[in-house]
């Protein structure tokens, strides 16, 4: 049984780096989040090889390479400031808006 993420700091588009896996070390962006599972698909990462078929029309046999996907806590947020995968915490702004900031330099990391 899936469980929900809980921790929804990451979005669609963010710059992450991975720091566990076969992966580590590496920088990419977020293509896609799926929190039922806690899992994200991030660019040019965990490469997977998928043998197709062809339809006899459009679509031609052969092998397709694609992006698999990571489990969302394998990954780091990248700071710009620090220029590396930091920490979170949520903060209110005056205007009342909540925003991801990052625990090291206090930079406001959501892009408005």
Do not use: W
Not at 15 to 27: D, S
Not at 37 to 60: A, W, Y
């Amino acid at each position: 049984m899936a469980i929900a993420f809980k921790k929804n700091y990451l979005k669609k588009d963010d710059i992450v780096e991975v720091v566990t896996g076969k992966e580590r070390g590496k920088k990419g962006k977020i293509l896609a989040f799926f929190p039922e599972s806690g899992r994200i698909t991030v660019e040019k990462m965990n490469m997977l090889k998928k043998h197709t078929k062809s339809d006899g029309k459009t679509r031609q046999a052969g092998i397709v390479e694609k992006e698999g996907t990571l489990h969302a806590s394998n990954v780091m947020l990248v700071c710009d400031k620090c220029g590396k995968g930091v920490r979170v915490k949520r903060k209110k702004l005056e205007d009342g808006k909540r925003v991801r900031v990052c625990r090291k330099c206090e930079e406001v990391i959501d892009r408005v």
